[in-house]
């Protein structure tokens, strides 16, 4: 989840489904549902990473996908209301996982999706949907330069 | 009838020198802008002058002092113009207060929707995209004045007048029952002001206005008694 629209988009179809779970994963340098405080930035009044003065502080994440330091106002209602939790995984975490789908699968994934398969294994469940936004060929570059 | 002329400035440590240089070349108004990191309304000229000043540090206590001082040196009415998240931060009614406590006579809150805050009374600001609707419940909820936002764009100086002015100032005058119009964004030479003020009650002027104050308070006087010249010729 960085501005929240692929992933809204998944959780869309599943939202009415109580027997489903739905589970976000940010960037841990770009966490706006976790540690951001609600500000207004880009015309919506939700969490943003922030200052006490309502600045709009730097978000940091290795995936341009997730740089962004607010979210979408539907996670924030879907966090207050607890139809979905939000997790954070770190760039090396992210690295980790972008590895591992590559080598046991032959699958590259984006960055982006690659934060959500850090905390897969950490999940209860008998099936778990990852949304896997893109392929990683955009992220070689960085993938590389960080082996 | 005078034409008012409303001088944009951005808090800082000149900024009282500058608007008393501004009010003796003329200006009716000044607007003080207290900066935001995202200033989505804003082109570059104001954009800058807001990385500046949060580099200097002016966060929103030290843009309330400004206005304080301001204040000492001025008595034309004064007008904090910001975004939204600093009130979200400072908590919208005690940032009214604290601000009318520290000489503002009215706000400007450029990204809050008219039907949002009641409470927090401000100047409404109306584009040549606004519905009718719009502008007549902008002008029905609107502090002293209707802001007419000349263009579909940010704030910045532009080479021509905005052919969308027109437009927007006649139905504006036909719904907003008597309220004062007055029109900014793009507007920075003597004869753009001349032209705004024909359709409308008075003009904003911005950008050009922190370039001018750049040179100094001296420089900032010169031109806005031209502009002063040009609303005032008959």
Same mark, same amino acid.
């Given at each position: 989840v960085g501005g929240g629209s692929n992933a809204i988009g998944i959780f869309a179809g599943f939202?009415?489904? &109580?027997a489903v779970e739905l589970v976000g994963v940010e960037a841990a340098g770009a966490a706006s549902l976790g540690s951001g405080r609600t500000g207004v930035l880009h015309g919506s009044r939700a969490p943003v990473l922030a200052d006490a003065n309502g600045q709009i502080v730097d978000a940091h994440s290795i995936s341009a996908g997730l740089d962004y330091p607010g979210v979408g106002p539907e996670h924030a209602f879907l966090r207050d209301s607890r139809r979905a939790r939000y997790l954070a995984a770190t760039d090396d975490e992210a690295l980790a996982a972008f590895r591992r789908l590559a080598r046991t699968e032959g699958i590259v994934p984006a960055l982006e999706p690659a934060h959500a398969l850090a905390r897969v294994d950490e999940l209860d469940a008998e099936l778990v949907v990852v949304?896997? &936004? =893109?392929? =990683?060929d955009k992220d070689l570059d960085e993938v590389l330069a960080h082996s | 009838v005078r034409k008012a002329l409303v001088v944009y400035l951005m808090a800082g440590s000149d900024t009282p020198v500058l608007a008393e240089a501004a009010v003796e070349g003329g200006a009716d108004v000044v607007e003080v802008g207290f900066p935001?990191? $995202?200033?989505?309304?804003?082109?570059p000229v104001i954009r800058h002058a807001a990385e500046r000043a949060l580099a200097a540090g002016m966060d929103t206590a030290a843009c309330l002092g400004c206005l304080e001082q301001v204040r000492q040196r001025v008595d034309v009415p004064l007008v904090p113009m910001t975004y939204s998240s600093l009130l979200e931060a400072w908590g919208w009614e005690r940032f009214a207060a604290d601000a009318r406590a520290a000489g503002a006579t009215s706000l400007i809150?450029?990204?809050?929707?008219? $039907?949002?805050?009641?409470?927090?009374r401000r100047v409404q600001l109306v584009a040549p995209t606004s519905t009718d609707e719009r502008i007549r419940l902008g002008a029905e909820r609107t502090d002293g004045w209707l802001y007419l936002v000349a263009v579909t764009g940010t704030t910045g100086a532009r080479t021509?007048?905005?052919?969308a002015l027109a437009g927007l100032a006649r139905r504006a005058r036909s719904l907003a029952g008597g309220v004062p119009l007055y029109a900014g964004f793009g507007i920075s030479t003597p004869a753009h002001a001349r032209a705004a003020a024909t359709l409308a009650d008075g003009v904003v002027v911005g950008s050009r206005a922190l370039e001018a104050a750049a040179d100094g308070p001296g420089a900032l006087r010169g031109y806005v008694a031209s502009l002063r010249v040009a609303l005032d010729e008959p």
């Open positions: 939202l009415d489904d &109580s949304c896997l &936004s =893109g392929r =990683g | 935001f990191s $995202d200033p989505l309304a804003d082109g809150v450029a990204d809050l929707p008219v $039907d949002e805050r009641p409470a927090v021509e007048a905005s052919p």
